[in-house]
């Protein structure tokens, strides 16, 4: 089973524009991360934002973490062509046992 | 550092034959894998945890028999896949879990594209 939920499934924007994808996950976690896989290709780590925490920068790279609400969001500011990618959030399940992944965000990127 | 691969990156067999999907993590000894599969536009889905030295402990749904999954030293699982068929087809992703590390060191190979006529 996935341990989050994503939205949207696809996302197409303009370069320049700013990206949001959200996750929603169901159980309590410890961290939660977010991956980019490039179309048939294997998976980069992005950002690990812990419960703790509520928000977390990387470069153009902006996640929120609402553990009351179980939600998280990850922000690209400025995109560019080069982003188009599919982006992931997981987070364990089982203690530490798992990473689970969320259904995942098409992004699309137009010059 | 941190670099886990897989071996072959693609392959192409037919119906009734046996596939081998090689994990190695190359500068780190890992406790733990795991093998993930993924369909066209869908998402990573766990198919097994992998301790090396004992049985694999395999998802919900995932047959054991088919997907035989061997972790014999701390650097390398292997996946085969028994018997394809083409719905075997997918993308088959494994990660390796530093064993030094937190539970938070957990990288991920190319993945491995397998095709069955």
């Known amino acids: 089973s996935q341990q989050g939920e994503e939205d949207p499934q696809a996302l197409s924007i303009q370069e320049g524009e700013n990206a949001t994808m959200n996750c929603s996950y169901k159980?309590?976690?410890?961290?939660l991360q977010w991956y980019r896989q490039n179309s048939g290709r294997g998976l980069v780590h992005l950002i690990l934002?812990?419960?703790?925490?509520r928000e977390k920068h990387s470069g153009r790279l902006r996640v929120t973490l609402d553990t009351s609400k179980k939600s998280s969001s990850l922000l690209i500011t400025a995109s560019r062509a080069a982003d188009t990618a599919s982006y992931f959030c997981?987070?364990?399940?089982?203690?530490?046992?798992?990473?689970?992944f969320g259904a995942g965000t098409r992004l699309a990127v137009h010059p | 550092g941190a670099v886990v691969s897989q071996h072959p990156s693609r392959v192409i067999c037919k119906s009734g034959t046996s596939v081998k999907i090689e994990c190695r993590s190359l500068?780190?000894?890992?406790?733990?894998m795991f093998w993930y599969r993924q369909f066209p536009k869908q998402s990573l889905m766990l198919m097994a945890t992998?301790?090396?030295?004992?049985?694999?402990?395999?998802e919900q749904g995932v047959e054991k028999d088919k997907f035989l999954i061997n972790h014999a030293s701390l650097t390398l699982s292997t996946l085969t896949v028994t018997s394809a068929h083409p719905e075997d087809s997918s993308f088959y992703i494994c990660?390796?879990?530093?064993?030094?590390?937190?539970?938070?060191?957990?990288?991920f190979g190319p993945g491995t594209r397998l095709t069955v006529l």
């Open positions: 990660s390796a879990r530093r064993s030094s590390g937190g539970a938070n060191e957990q990288f």
């Open positions: 159980t309590s976690i410890n961290n």
């Open positions: 934002i812990r419960s703790n925490e």
């Open positions: 997981a987070a364990f399940s089982g203690g530490y046992n798992k990473l689970i």
């Open positions: 500068d780190f000894q890992a406790t733990t």
């Open positions: 992998s301790n090396e030295g004992s049985k694999a402990t395999y």
